[in-house]
């Protein structure tokens, strides 16, 4: 078996210093939270806004998948996907989830926890109709984690749906549209050497509540 360690040892990547202090950070988490993104996008990262939705349903096994940020604000931070899929259906039954981000560059990883709701409809369809019209044709020929007999039954559907539907404007499919997290729990976890890295956690107990900062242990 070969160790993920030594593949990456002699990479040269070194651990950004500089910490996290509690007297330099904010009271709102989502001023942070806008900071390190912004720093992310700077620093060129793969893909700033993707991050790793952790999910489980009625059974309780978890099951992840990544998905891309596309907004956030007061009230949650925002995904689109196909609401009939392994993870809308996990939703439905539970609406506990978590979202990780990760900046390798910057050695930096946001954790969320929350519950999820679904976005009201008039935002995903503000947000389906300026989507391309080949990302609609797709949300319509895709029942996402549903058993495809084989890929040319998929491309088969988007030839139909694209002959179809040449030059109609594509309404919203009613199983696609946006969900946001509603975060009760947000940790920034800085990097730092030896192992001593930063952990600052804002919590709060309901909704409207006040944010309480924590340090943890790395
Ligand atoms: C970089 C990246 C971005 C993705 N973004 C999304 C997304 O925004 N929405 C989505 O439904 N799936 C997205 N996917 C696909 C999901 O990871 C996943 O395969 C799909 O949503 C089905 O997941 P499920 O069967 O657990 O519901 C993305 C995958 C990758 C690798």
Same mark, same amino acid.
């Given at each position: 078996m070969k160790s993920v360690h030594e593949i990456i040892a002699g990479s040269g990547e070194e651990y950004i210093s500089g910490g996290l202090n509690e007297k330099d950070i &904010?009271?709102?988490p989502l001023d942070l939270f806008e900071k390190w993104l912004e720093e992310a996008v700077k620093r060129k990262?793969?893909? &700033?806004?993707a991050m790793h939705l952790s999910t489980a349903g009625a059974d309780g096994r978890p099951s992840g998948r990544i998905v891309l940020l596309k907004e956030f604000d007061k009230r949650g931070f925002v995904f689109y996907t196909n609401l009939d899929s392994r993870k809308g259906v996990e939703l439905k039954e539970n609406n506990h989830a978590a979202l990780t981000f990760f900046w390798n560059e910057l050695f930096r990883q946001v954790r969320l926890e929350g519950r999820v709701f679904e976005l009201p409809s008039g935002e995903s369809d503000s947000y389906f109709a300026i989507r391309p019209h080949d990302s609609k044709i797709s949300a319509l020929a895709s029942e996402q984690s549903r058993i495809l007999k084989n890929r040319e039954t998929l491309e088969n559907r988007v030839r139909e749906l694209e002959n179809k539907l040449k030059d109609k404007i594509i309404e919203r499919p009613a199983n696609w549209g946006g969900y946001y997290l509603s975060p009760s729990y947000i940790e920034f976890w800085q990097g730092r050497t030896h192992r001593l890295h930063d952990r600052i956690v804002y919590r709060r107990d309901d909704i409207k509540g006040k944010w309480n900062i924590m340090r943890l242990y790395p």
């Open positions: &904010p009271a709102d990262t793969g893909l &700033p806004n």
